[in-house]
Every structure is written in C-alpha cells, then in structure tokens.
C-alpha cells in the first residue's frame, strides 16, 4: 500500500484508523489469486460450494455484534439498524447457499441429438459497494456472485471500508479457499478502475451514484463486459384520499429518514393528493418532530449523522430558499448532524427532481389519479416507492403504472433478499437479489450431442 486514508467517526468527527489504499500493481495481484482460487473452487462439487457458504454465515453469525459496532464506528447507524444489517449479511448467505444445487440447466428437443445447457460462471466478478449500506450491499454481490462458482474482489467505499474488511478476514475464518473472496481497500479511481479494465474480471457489480455508474458502465463495455449497477433514486410515497392518513403520515419519516437519507430507496418525494394535502401535513408533522437523532451507539436512536463534513454541506444545499414546513430535532456539536426535514416544493424545482440523498423530504399535491402517476414519473430515475390507498383496483392500476422496479402498497419496505430489486430509467441496469439470483452471475453454454449414426 503506497499510501493510507484517515477514517472519520461520523458521530464525533474524530479519527478512527488510517486504511491503506491498493495501487494498481496489487490489485492486479489480487485478481490473479482470484483467477487461481476460482478455478478449483466453480470445480467443486455443488454441495461443497454450499457447505462453504453456510460456513460462512455461521462465522457471520457468531459475529453479528462485532460487525454492528463496526458500522456504528465507521458509517454513524443506529446500534439497532446495524445489527439487522449483519444480520442481513448471514441470511443472504444461507440463501445464496441453496443456488450451487438449483443451477440447472435445460434439455432441449432436437432432431439428430441431445441439447442440453449448463450454467457456466464468468470467473472472477469485481464488486464495488458504496458507502451508505456497506454490509448490506457488499452481501448482495458477493454471495450469490460465489454460490454461481465465481471468484470475487470486493471494493468498499473509501469511506467505510471496516465491515467489509472484516468479512473478508472471517471468510478466511470460515475456510473459504485463499484468494476467492478479496477485500481490496482504495480509490475507485485505481481499484475500480482496474476491476473495469482488467480483461480477467468477467463481470462488475457496481452500486452508487447514477454520474459515476455511466462510466462504470461505458469502461465495461468498452471491454464487452457484462454489469450490474444499482444507482440513484428520487422515490415517491404516493399519498391517495381513501388511504389511511395516520399509517400513511407515521410511516412516512422512516420511509425517507432511515439512515439519515442516505438510501437510494428513501422515499423523498411525498405526493399527497390535494384534497388530504393539509390533513396529511397536520398528521405528519408530529411523526418528524418525534424521529429520534442522536448518539447512533444509543438503543433507542432512529437516526444517526451524516456520512461527512462534506456531505453535509451538500445537504444543506438543498435548502437554500426552500420553503421549509418543519424539521426535527438533531445534536449541536461535534459531529456531522443534521435534523429531518420537510420542504414544500413545486414541480420542477431541484428538490423535487434531484436525489438529496440526506434527511430532507420534498411534499407536493397531485390531483387525481392520472395526475400522481404522471408527478411519480416526473424524474429521470425510477427504482423505488410506495403507494398508500384502500381502493385495490387503483393500487394494481398505479403500480403498473409507475416506472419504478420495487413498489409496496401501504408499507415502505423495499429490501427482501427473496425477492428482486434493481431500478428503471437511470436508477439502474439489470438485477439483484431474488431466487434468480445466482443465476445472474452465470453464462449460458448450449451443447449439441449429436447421436445419429
């Protein structure tokens, strides 16, 4: 490592621990052991590509807390909101341990012979997480990425890299064979760069903003590479008259606050149809003046600081000559806090069209039906959002309407590692998680035996 990079505590603005950053040369390195270690590892049989995974996220299970105050240290999540995502990290391990035995292929019928097909892996498959979910994210690529008999190299955010390079040294506790999972600490600028470029990385995953996902993706097809990119978003938690209001406004602030707002899925734009507009402000108001934020280490904090000093400022931003209804509460002092906030906005304006991506949520009226679907659809991206009404056929009729890929009805879940996720328009490009998933890091090969004389 040439050269290091200082990590901040969110919480504290204090420094953590410097994190070497890789030059070229030893990610190069770890890109021929991962070439090596795949080789023997996609020759295992399927069962011991499972045993190996559920291994692994039993060695995660065993260090679930360890993770968690990781991520509180380095990334400001609540202690709660932290433990579920280790969490989350052992169950899409034991899910994706169950897709070496369920890869199968077809046979299909032809005059003269036999066609059948396999499910080939690409070799080695380089992910690059960001920095708001870096367990989370890290998971949905690298397990399924392996289950599929893959090799990976893993570029966490400079930011926060802890839980990441700690899953690597526990994939090694767990037996993983050396070289097949790699944690390659650095800037995107060099490491992921490389795993675009390099011609033995077969596949890149890549999560953050929709700017930089371009590039990622205009380098991979430079190299005819294949890529999966999860980017921006700007949801919409659409509000109709026959909702329930009170579920509706107390839903609404963790729908758009969790992790500071720091969420591609963060619902951040309410749309409210305007004959409940005034009610659903009545009702929500108390719901973001109640969010709790503070110490993330606390039990009973809902919200911790933002990701930087920087970002901050970028949030901040945003706020320049809105029209603020209300805001929360947040810490003075030391740290990068910023309270939750809700803005009247006009369509059109930045904060309703651009991804904040910070405790900041954008309220607009909508008339009628036709109305909210076309306000839903008024932004380049499309990957999440929620849609609150009593009335089934509107709720089948705007979920096909809206151009998003993850939509719930009455709830603001978004994330279920047994059900896909993956954007539309400029939020995104092919799919994770889900019971295809594995299947996603493979090519398919089409073999003809012929068997006549």
Same mark, same amino acid.
């Given at each position: 490592m040439s050269s290091t990079f200082t990590l901040i505590n969110p919480a504290t603005a204090r420094p953590i621990r410097e994190v070497g950053r890789a030059t070229a040369d030893e990610v190069d390195e770890a890109i021929a052991r991962a070439k090596v270690a795949q080789r023997s590892w996609a020759a295992l049989a399927p069962v011991a590509r499972a045993d190996a995974l559920r291994r692994f996220a039993r060695v995660v299970e065993d260090h679930v807390e360890e993770l968690a105050q990781l991520e509180v240290l380095n990334s400001?999540?609540?202690?709660?909101? %932290?433990?579920?995502?280790?969490?989350?990290?052992?169950? &899409?391990l034991n899910f994706s341990a169950g897709a070496p035995e369920r890869l199968s292929g077809q046979q299909i019928p032809v005059a003269g012979g036999l066609d059948v097909t396999f499910h080939e892996p690409y070799g080695v498959v380089g992910v690059i997480v960001p920095w708001n979910f870096p367990m989370t994210i890290a998971s949905w690529g690298f397990a399924p990425a392996l289950a599929a008999g893959n090799a990976v190299v893993l570029k966490p955010a400079e930011?926060?890299?802890? #839980? %990441? /390079?700690?899953?690597?040294e526990l994939a090694a506790e767990a037996g993983l064979p050396d070289g097949l999972f790699t944690v390659v600490t650095g800037s995107g600028s060099v490491v992921g760069q490389r795993f675009v470029e390099h011609p033995d990385v077969r596949k890149v995953v890549f999560t953050g903003s929709t700017e930089v996902g371009v590039e990622v993706a205009a380098g991979c097809a430079r190299g005819l590479?294949? &890529? #999966?990119?999860?980017l921006g978003g700007k949801s919409a938690n659409i509000v109709f008259d026959d909702a329930d209001l009170e579920a509706a406004a107390a839903s609404a602030p963790a729908a758009v606050f969790d992790n500071a707002g720091q969420d591609c899925c963060a619902r951040s734009r309410i749309l409210v149809q305007r004959s409940v507009y005034d009610r659903f402000l009545e009702l929500? $108001?108390?719901? /973001?003046?109640? *969010?709790?934020?503070?110490?993330p280490g606390s039990e009973s904090t809902q919200m911790g600081p933002l990701i930087s000093a920087s970002h901050r400022d970028t949030v901040s931003e945003f706020l320049d000559g809105a029209d603020v209804a209300f805001r929360g509460e947040a810490p003075d002092g030391d740290g990068f806090w910023f309270a939750p906030t809700v803005v009247l %906005?006009?369509?059109?304006?930045?904060?309703?069209? $651009?991804? &904040?991506?910070?405790?900041? &949520?954008?309220?607009?009226?909508?008339?009628?039906e036709a109305d909210g679907i076309a306000l839903a659809n008024d932004t380049i991206y499309g990957l999440a959002g929620s849609i609150w009404t009593e009335n089934l056929g509107r709720a089948v009729r705007v979920s096909? %309407?809206?151009e998003s890929g993850v939509l719930s009805v009455n709830?603001?879940?978004?994330?279920?590692? *047994?059900?896909?996720?993956?954007g539309m328009k400029a939020s995104g490009l092919g799919r994770e998680l889900g019971p295809d998933a594995a299947e996603h890091f493979t090519q398919t090969k089409n073999v003809f035996f012929a068997t006549d004389a």
């Open positions: 400001g999540h609540p202690i709660e909101s %932290a433990r579920w995502e280790a969490s989350h990290v052992a169950q &899409v930011l926060t890299p802890l #839980t %990441a /390079v700690r899953l690597g590479k294949p &890529v #999966t990119l999860e929500l $108001e108390p719901a /973001v003046r109640a *969010w709790r934020v503070g110490d %906005a006009d369509r059109g304006s930045r904060i309703a069209q $651009e991804e &904040v991506f910070g405790p900041v &949520v954008a309220v607009l009226p909508f008339d009628d096909r %309407a809206v709830s603001h879940s978004s994330v279920r590692y *047994w059900t896909p996720f993956g």
